[in-house]
């Protein structure tokens, strides 16, 4: 068994959609970033790479490649699981914590832990999504952007 951690982080920004955990949620800010900026499935690759030592997202999903600009961060993932599958490895589970001010996502955890899973090709059981704020301090605390942290387990 081994264990991965990942964390992202992304400024928000007017005129993008808010992905999160693989979906879109209705919000006046998005996520800025070169993909569709999901901060929560990117901290997730990073720990599943991590986990595997297959190094990091930037190393296999370069920014300055065209083919990611505004792609879905699912479709990062599937190759991510397929990179860890063919370094002998198979996903066993995942615990994910967005640290947000805003907006609130209790409400979407539910279809964000489906889309994962269902990316993963796994049961809905084995993600695990929770969302805590700073208390208006720092970045995050003034609504400025999101970061998140992912811990995976590989087997």
């Known amino acids: 068994m081994r264990i991965g951690f990942g964390y992202d982080v992304h400024a928000l920004a007017l005129g993008r959609s808010l992905a999160l955990g693989g979906i879109i949620i209705p919000y006046k800010y998005g996520l800025e970033g070169h ?30 490649d065209k083919r990611y600009k505004d792609i879905d961060s699912k479709i990062l993932l599937k190759h991510v ?35 994962i899973a269902e990316a993963l090709n796994t049961d809905i059981s084995q993600i695990s999504i929770k969302a805590t ?16 942290y992912a811990v995976s387990l590989i087997e």
């Open 35 to 64: 993909s569709d900026a999901d901060v929560m499935i990117h901290a997730l690759m990073d720990s599943l790479l991590g986990a595997a030592a297959l190094r990091d997202i930037g190393y296999h999903f370069d920014d300055a």
């Open 81 to 115: 699981l397929s990179l860890i599958e063919k370094a002998g490895y198979r996903f066993v589970n995942c615990d994910i914590t967005l640290v947000a001010q805003r907006p609130k996502i209790a409400p979407y955890i539910p279809q964000m832990r489906a889309a």
């Open 133 to 148: 704020t700073e208390e208006h301090m720092g970045f995050t605390g003034r609504s400025e952007g999101m970061k998140c």
